[in-house]
Nanobody, 114 residues
Framework: QVQFVESGGGLVQPGGSLRLSCVAS????????MGWYRQTPGKQRELVAR???????EYEDSVKGRFTISRVNSRNTVYLQMNSLKPEDTAVYYC????????WGQGTQVTVSS
């Protein structure tokens, strides 16, 4: 059974940084494209960063230049480095494989507020 465990969220002031981690079990992450998603109350979950199995990356426009997605296949882990955080980045963040949509984890809450 595939399971994702996200961590690293928290409360941070505008302009601050956080590094999110997603550890997978029951699946070999290295063969899949992986993505970080975020969701706020009343809105659909949106894909904000994607890393392909080959290592290339793509970002949603609002996070380009501020977020960096990476992966360590030997650790079955995907990361999201978030810099220059803004209040509008406040959301619950999840990881998943865009082409497979495995069962969602519990997510990690990111709150950007002064």
């Amino acid at each position: 059974q595939v399971q994702f465990v996200e961590s690293g969220g928290g409360l941070v002031q505008p302009g601050g940084s956080l590094r999110l981690s997603c550890v997978a079990s029951g699946v070999i992450l290295g063969i899949y494209d992986m993505g970080w998603y975020r969701q706020t109350p009343g809105k659909q979950r949106e894909l904000v960063a994607r890393i392909r199995a080959g290592g290339s990356t793509e970002y949603e426009d609002s996070v380009k230049g501020r977020f960096t997605i990476s992966r360590v296949n030997s650790r079955n882990t995907v990361y999201l480095q978030m810099n220059s955080l803004k209040p509008e980045d406040t959301a619950v963040y999840y990881c998943n494989a865009p082409t497979r949509a495995f069962k969602w984890g519990q997510g990690t809450q990111v709150t950007v507020s002064s």
